[in-house]
């Protein structure tokens, strides 16, 4: 069987050049599972869009900054940072096509605030300030190595999260750690998706599609492409999702 081609779309880098970017990370992961990673960059017209769109065997949405509050019905708190509207509405429009036509996804980090925001749900603007208690979600480079567990999450058992991840349950239910550099979250789940992962301070860590609607739309709020090789449960992640794009 020929390699599935996982679109990534780009986006405008945050020191203000004229480039479309992405991080290395998700490519070599992607290509590591068996995936060709194709660069997507961010092509507004809706004809052209769809274009790219048909080349893809499955979309990958990749981190980074803030999505723009408006396109979940919301007023920035002020506490937005780094925001790419352009970015923000490629990412949207393919995400629902692919929603609506099996196409799989895979959100990871601003992925899953994307996969819920374009799906219908709505995202917690800034942790610190609107989580009491919250755990620090904040724990990355360069203080922290890309791949440090800041937390742990807790994954609900019968999912498919939980069987992509196989990992074994505890006294404390199925849980596994998790690096962790993200200030927003998903709030409100969007129609037809589930919380497949929380951490213990309740905020949202996975969300994927009702079983049964779609081969596969699963997004995590942690960064499994910094850690893979070393822990096989999101070796498996991306298997499992390039497997997914094989149909
Ligand atoms: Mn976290």
Redesign the pocket.
């Known amino acids: 069987m020929r390699e599935p081609i996982i679109g990534l779309p780009t986006y405008n880098p945050f020191n203000g050049e004229p480039d479309f970017v992405m991080r290395q990370s998700y490519c070599r992961a992607i290509f590591a599972a068996g995936g060709i990673p194709l660069l997507l960059p961010l092509i507004e017209e809706e004809g052209p869009l769809r274009r790219l769109y048909d080349l893809v065997d499955g979309l990958l949405l990749a981190g980074g900054g803030d999505v723009a509050a408006e396109f979940y019905g919301a007023a920035d708190s002020g506490k937005l940072t780094l925001i790419d509207r352009p970015r923000d509405r490629v990412e949207i429009a393919l995400t629902r096509w692919a929603l609506a036509e099996g196409l799989p996804v895979l959100g990871i980090c601003r992925g899953i605030q994307t996969l819920n925001v374009a799906a219908g749900g709505t995202l917690v603007q800034d942790i610190p300030s609107e989580v009491p208690e919250a755990?620090k979600?904040r724990a990355g480079p360069p203080k922290y190595a890309g791949d440090y567990i800041?937390?742990t999450?807790t994954v609900a058992s019968g999912s498919l999260l939980a069987d992509v991840l196989a990992v074994v349950a505890g006294p404390e239910g199925l849980s596994t750690g998790?690096n962790?550099r993200?200030h927003q979250?998903v709030r409100d789940v969007a129609p037809g998706f589930v919380v497949t992962a929380r951490?213990d301070d309740g905020?949202i860590?996975g969300i994927e599609a009702e079983p049964g609607s779609h081969p596969f739309a699963l997004g995590v709020?942690?960064h499994p492409e910094n850690m893979v090789p070393q822990h096989p449960p999101m070796v498996r992640l991306f298997s499992r999702f390039v497997a997914a794009c094989q149909g």
């Open positions: 755990l979600h800041a937390h999450v998790v962790s993200h979250a951490a905020v860590e709020q942690w």
